[in-house]
């Protein structure tokens, strides 16, 4: 009886020890290495749709420490065109995700449905097929917009219906989040993000 009482116990134990091993795996991975993500909007279309879940790469660039601005080194660069995950400027509980068009120190003005960067208009296939809106404070008709130091300027891909940095400015460097790379979900939309 008392061996049936100890064998009991022990198998208590190694589940429990599992499960807190599992447990803190899972959420090391999300912290530093992978999240998932739902896109709640159609700010994207047509690159994401609402409903799709994507995983974002936090390794890329390097994860963020939490509670802190540091980041651990990343095996990447940002590139133009990237479609990152940040969180957004007015409300820093929140998660947007918004295409990479401007680095700090670029001026961005956006004229006839075209993105110019420091004069040059964007040849990044992923940019240049798209019709950008002049709307909000920093996109108006002929404004040029220069991103300021620590910030990148982010549009979404549906122009019409973004909330992106022609309305709110700039996404400060310690609110990037990573790279989205792959949507996972649903099924039918399986694919790398480009």
């Given at each position: ?100 068009i401007a680095f700090p120190g ?30 909000g404070d920093y996109g108006a008709k002929g404004q ?51």
């Amino acid at each position: 009886m008392m061996n049936n009482f100890f064998r009991k116990g022990s198998a208590v134990r190694e589940w429990t020890e599992s499960i807190v091993i599992a447990f803190l795996l899972a959420m090391i991975i999300r912290t530093f290495v992978v999240q998932a993500f739902k896109i709640p909007t159609g700010s994207m279309r047509t690159t994401l749709l609402e409903g799709d879940r994507v995983l974002v790469n936090k390794m890329k660039y390097g994860p963020q420490i939490p509670g802190t601005r540091w980041r651990l080194p990343g095996y990447g660069k940002l590139q133009r065109g990237d479609i990152i995950v940040f969180k957004y400027p007015e409300d820093p509980q929140r998660d947007f995700i918004k295409r990479l068009i401007a680095f700090p120190g670029e001026t961005v003005v956006i004229r006839d449905g075209a993105i110019y960067v420091d004069g040059a208009k964007i040849q990044d296939r992923k940019i240049l097929n798209r019709y950008y809106y002049n709307r909000g404070d920093y996109g108006a008709k002929g404004q040029a917009v220069k991103v300021p130091d620590g910030f990148y300027f982010v549009l979404g891909d549906n122009s019409a219906s973004s909330m992106d940095s022609r309305f709110w400015g700039f996404v400060p460097e310690h609110y990037l989040v990573g790279k989205a790379e792959i949507i996972y979900w649903p099924l039918n939309r399986i694919r790398a993000v480009q």
